[in-house]
């Protein structure tokens, strides 16, 4: 079951040039299974996720991506946003009170930069870094494949992820229509629910795909 966690609408993610629906018919289209709203430190309500359900035919689960001092982080099972949650102790606090999970996005920003990492003992350097960073401690998985990533950014974080142990997940990280879809995380269950979602990201029955959005055909990043 091909599920896209990372995606972003307007008006609730004001980077964002798609509507909700926009998204989710671009899903559906791009042949997934489901599709996760993931707004800037905002949430959908999982009433209005399965409206949205409801209306294209495609299954839609509500998650947020909040910015912490240990940069982006995906959550699955929180339903609002609470002053403090930019503190990494105080959002892990907070996930392991309610059930829920937390995903590193995006792993390689702030801890990769690609020219300077052409050197291999530079790239090994950065990747020795971001191992030893105790904020990885705080997560559930790494999203080791990201639909907006470079190649090289994607390689790291595929590196990262492997190293550390952790389940890992792909998203498209889209905010326009063309991007939905480009990324996507296989399940080895079928997913019905945020609840179903949440526990198989925790026992790390994922794997991060590449997908052409237009054929909808998985490659997986191993």
Not at 60 to 69: A, F, H, Q, Y
Request: charge should be negative.
């Amino acid at each position: 079951m091909l599920i896209d966690l990372h995606n972003h609408t307007y008006p609730k993610s004001d980077d964002s040039f798609m509507s909700p629906d926009e998204l989710v018919d671009a899903a559906r289209l791009a042949g997934l299974d489901g599709v996760c709203i993931t707004e800037h430190d905002d949430f959908w309500s999982l009433d209005q996720a399965a409206e949205l359900t409801k209306r294209h035919g495609i299954l839609v689960l509500p998650g947020s991506e909040i910015n912490t001092d240990a940069g982006h982080v995906l959550v699955f099972g929180l339903q609002r946003y609470r002053f403090g949650m930019h503190k990494p102790s105080f959002l892990r606090a907070e996930a392991d009170s309610l059930g829920a999970v937390l995903i590193a996005a995006h792993p390689y920003r702030r801890r990769y930069l690609e020219d300077p990492a052409s050197d291999p003992a530079v790239r090994s350097e950065m990747l020795d870094r971001a191992i030893a960073d105790p904020d990885f401690r705080m997560f559930d998985a790494v999203e080791s494949f990201n639909g907006r990533g470079s190649s090289n950014e994607n390689l790291f974080a595929r590196d990262l992820n492997q190293i550390l142990g952790l389940p890992g997940v792909g998203g498209s990280d889209a905010h326009r229509v063309h991007q939905v879809g480009t990324a996507a995380t296989r399940f080895q269950r079928r997913i019905n629910s945020l609840d179903d979602l949440i526990e198989e990201v925790r026992y790390g029955r994922t794997e991060p795909v590449k997908l052409s959005a237009a054929a909808g055909m998985p490659t997986t990043t191993a």
